[in-house]
């Protein structure tokens, strides 16, 4: 497909300022982008949803000096303009290149990398991404950096191919920032969603053995991708939980997407020389933190957000190996996003909710819409 040929139009979810859902607007009369150097554009087929869409949307992500401020993704330092498309993880086809680009990956099925780096070392410290700094999958085209648009050869459709990327990438860097090993025990909590259920098959990935803290009605789902054991988020005390499910032996290192009350818990199962990773706080972002735990314990703390590139090919590798397989809960047309959306905050499943662009719906979402 040429720039002529291309749309001059297409549908679009934009997000208009901070706010509710009101502040998300479905509209078919957005511009098409067109590719500039070292650019691809891709016909969007699918892209999955994740929490920080929402914390955005809120403008949730508080400063340094208030947590109660609005503030995007990046503090102090935002990106974000308005109207913006979000969505991170896109899946489909490029359709056009920009100069630089071989028009011999006019054609490609690609999977998106969303993280834009901004440096060409492994500091994360600049990092921006897609559906925040620029437009993102939420529309029926998108540009990328053409770096960032990786070919796939997979039998995964492409709604099952949009369950992996932002929640397993962050996944895998949060295993990484630990330094997490083979044999070691892993406390897993917010298990049911996009990146603790990442957290528990990524944990088997690397020989790891993962404990996963959800919903009761939810374990069964928990130990079918590989928990070692579910632990009882209603538990009147974590601490004994953790220790009667492990059978007494000592959790290595805790990855948290929740926080909330329960923070000091985690830090006491925690064993001596024990690594706390985060990158979430679902249950509360300001949390009471008793640092004799921390230093007469010896642990340490790392706080993780996205990965890095070596981390997008390690978890590329691990899915087109079938090593972590999807967990796509249902598909969602582009025009009902607002109930998509409402579902995704409802919580009451294990893995992703995908979006699918209404005119690709037939073949892409209609397959797994669940009866």
């Known amino acids: 497909m040429t720039s002529t040929e291309l749309p001059r139009t297409m549908a679009a979810v934009q997000l208009d300022r901070h706010g509710g859902l009101d502040a998300l607007t479905y509209r078919d009369d957005v511009p098409v982008p067109r590719p500039s150097g070292d650019e691809v554009l891709i016909e969007v087929h699918a892209c999955g949803m994740n929490n920080t869409d929402v914390w955005v949307r809120e403008g949730a992500y508080g400063s340094d000096t208030d947590p109660n401020a609005v503030s995007t993704w990046r503090r102090g330092?935002?990106?974000?303009?308005?109207?913006?498309?979000?969505?991170?993880?896109?899946v489909g086809v490029i359709v056009a290149v920009g100069e630089g680009v071989p028009a011999a990956r006019i054609g490609e099925r690609v999977i998106v990398d969303f993280s834009l780096y901004n440096r060409d070392d492994d500091s994360l410290a600049d990092i921006d991404y897609i559906g925040h700094g620029r437009d993102g999958g939420y529309a029926e085209y998108q540009c990328v950096p053409?770096?960032?648009?990786?070919a796939v050869d997979t039998t995964l459709t492409d709604a099952e191919l949009a369950t992996f990327c932002c929640a397993y990438l962050t996944g895998e860097h949060m295993l990484e920032r630990a330094n997490v090993q083979a044999g070691e025990r892993v406390l897993v909590t917010g298990a049911s969603g996009g990146v603790g259920s990442g957290i528990v098959q990524l944990c088997r990935a690397r020989?790891?053995?993962?404990?996963?803290?959800?919903?009761?009605d939810k374990a069964e789902a928990l130990?079918?991708?590989?928990?070692?054991?579910?632990?009882?988020?209603?538990?009147?005390?974590?601490?004994?939980?953790?220790?009667?499910?492990?059978?007494?032996?000592?959790?290595?290192?805790v990855a948290d997407l929740v926080?909330?009350?329960?923070?000091?818990?985690?830090?006491?199962?925690?064993?001596?020389?024990?690594r706390y990773t985060t990158a979430g706080a679902i249950a509360g972002p300001v949390v009471e933190l008793d640092l004799r735990t921390l230093y007469l314990k010896q642990l340490q703390i790392n706080g993780s957000s996205q990965g890095r590139r070596s981390d997008f090919r390690r978890l590329l590798g691990h899915v087109l190996a079938g090593r972590i397989r999807p967990l796509l809960h249902a598909t969602y047309r582009l025009s009902d996003f607002h109930h998509a959306q409402r579902d995704?905050?409802?919580?009451?499943?294990?893995?992703?909710?995908?979006?699918?662009?209404?005119r690709h719906w037939d073949r892409v979402g209609?397959?797994?819409v669940r009866d």
Request: net charge negative; proline share 7%; charged share 20%.
């Open 366 to 368: 209609a397959p797994h």
């Open 344 to 358: 995704f905050m409802g919580k009451d499943y294990v893995g992703k909710l995908v979006v699918v662009p209404d």
């Open 146 to 150: 053409a770096a960032n648009a990786h």
């Open 223 to 253: 130990m079918a991708i590989g928990a070692e054991a579910v632990i009882d988020r209603g538990a009147a005390d974590w601490v004994e939980a953790v220790e009667a499910a492990t059978g007494g032996a000592p959790i290595d290192v």
């Open 259 to 274: 926080a909330g009350p329960h923070f000091n818990d985690l830090l006491r199962i925690l064993r001596p020389e024990g």
């Open 207 to 216: 020989g790891a053995i993962p404990y996963a803290v959800t919903r009761a």
């Open 77 to 90: 330092r935002s990106t974000l303009t308005f109207p913006r498309i979000q969505g991170t993880d896109s």
